[in-house]
């Protein structure tokens, strides 16, 4: 079993950032890919960003949302990020870490975008 915990997450004004974190525990070993989703009221929840091991076992970036969103990943940490700048209303919503196989998700984190 694969147990997810995002944080990070709060309010923030237009124009800031805020980073998520996801940290899994238990089986991790048979993860072999991570995910970012987002579920911004009134609409499906939609993936942002997925890393698939194997590609590369280190670090790696994954620039999304026009480049406001960087994902990374830190193997000896077992801790995914999600580095959100530039921050619009838009951006309003609950976001989501996944991990694969085995469709395991975290609780989710609110951030709310508002001045």
């Known amino acids: 079993q694969v147990h997810l915990v995002e944080s990070g997450g709060g309010l923030v004004e237009p124009g800031g950032s805020l980073r998520l974190s996801c940290q899994a525990s238990?089986?991790?070993?048979?993860?072999?890919?991570m995910s970012w989703y987002r579920q911004v009221p009134g609409k499906q929840r939609e993936v942002l960003a997925q890393?698939?091991?194997?590609?590369?076992?280190?670090?790696q970036d994954l620039n999304t949302m026009k480049g406001r969103f960087t994902f990374s990943a830190d193997i000896a940490k077992k801790t995914a990020y999600l580095q959100m700048n530039n921050l619009t209303i838009e951006d309003t919503g609950v976001y989501y870490c996944?991990?694969?196989?085995?469709?395991?998700w975290g609780q989710g984190a609110q951030v709310t975008v508002s001045s």
């Open positions: 890393w698939r091991l194997g590609v590369d076992h280190t670090n």
């Open positions: 996944k991990a694969d196989p085995g469709d395991h």
């Open positions: 238990g089986s991790i070993s048979s993860i072999d890919i």
